[in-house]
Nanobody, 124 residues
Framework: QVQLVESGGGLVQAGGSLRLSCAASGRTFSSYAMGWFRQAPGKEREFVVGSSWSGSRINYQDFVKGRFTISRDNAKNTVYLQMNSLKPEDTAVYYC?????????????????WGQGTQVTVSS
C-alpha cells in the first residue's frame, strides 16, 4: 500500500504560480512512477504530467509544456508540481498518483494509488 497526500493548492490570479507537493508513505516510493492528473467540474480526469521512477523520463501533456514542471525527491518520498503562468482553464482538483509502470504512463487505469486531491483555482 502507498498513501499519497497532496498539498499546496489554493487560489491564485492568472499568471501566478503554485507549487503542489505529494507526500508518499508506505511502500518504497522509488518503486513507482508518479503522475499528476486533474479534474475540472463536469469534465473527466485528465493526465497532466508523469515521471518515471527515477525521474529521468518526463512526459508532459501539451497544454502544460513550458509552464508546469514535475520533480521528485526519492529521499523525501515526495513529488512536486511547479505550476507557472497559470490560466483560468487550469482550475481543477489536482491529484497525484503512483504507478507500477516504472517508465511512466499517461493512462489513469495504470495508476495503482491516488491521493485525495487538492483544489487549484485560477481567477481571471
Amino acid at each position: 500500500q502507498v498513501q499519497l497526500v497532496e498539498s499546496g493548492g489554493g487560489l491564485v490570479q492568472a499568471g501566478g504560480s503554485l507549487r503542489l507537493s505529494c507526500a508518499a508513505s508506505g511502500r518504497t516510493f522509488s518503486s513507482y512512477a508518479m503522475g499528476w492528473f486533474r479534474q475540472a467540474p463536469g469534465k473527466e480526469r485528465e493526465f497532466v504530467v508523469g515521471s518515471s521512477w527515477s525521474g529521468s523520463r518526463i512526459n508532459y501533456q501539451d497544454f502544460v509544456k513550458g509552464r508546469f514542471t514535475i520533480s521528485r525527491d526519492n529521499a523525501k518520498n515526495t513529488v512536486y508540481l511547479q505550476m507557472n503562468s497559470l490560466k483560468p482553464e487550469d482550475t481543477a482538483v489536482y491529484y497525484c498518483a503512483a504507478s507500477g509502470v516504472l517508465g511512466g504512463t499517461r493512462l489513469p487505469t495504470e495508476y495503482d494509488y491516488w491521493g485525495q486531491g487538492t483544489q487549484v483555482t485560477v481567477s481571471s
